[in-house]
Nanobody, 118 residues
């Protein structure tokens, strides 16, 4: 239902912009969360953008570096990642809930790999 894209290899300090698109639902009616899973670690929640697009929340370790946004006309949610660090290396996923705020995720997308390395 969802597809995350935009991952790749980037040097420390660099930037990437991830996209989350939906094929069968309109994301304007959904809160969307971003999660990531690093090699050998559990998946962790990193950001949420609410349905009304007037509130966001971030994991402390990415606050000030990552920014979630949405474009309802394009049915896409974005995660702008700046000042990337090697510890940001992970597979990144988006998940959507048809509620005002992010929940456990009714819809999940295929992940996109982000590798931060020199």
């Amino acid at each position: 239902q969802l597809q995350a894209s935009g991952g790749g290899l980037v040097q420390p300090g660099g930037s990437l912009s991830l996209s989350c698109t939906a094929s069968t639902v309109s994301l304007r009616y959904y809160a969307v969360a971003w999660h990531r899973q690093a090699p050998g670690k559990n998946r962790e929640w990193i950001a949420c953008i609410n349905r009304s697009d007037d509130d966001r929340a971030y994991l402390e370790s990415v606050k000030g570096r990552f920014t979630a946004s949405r474009n309802n006309a394009e049915n896409t949610v974005y995660l702008q990642m700046d000042s990337l660090k090697p510890e940001d290396t992970a597979v990144y996923y988006c998940a959507a809930d048809e509620t005002e705020w992010c929940g456990v995720g009714v819809y999940w997308g295929e992940g996109t790999l982000v590798t931060v390395s020199s």
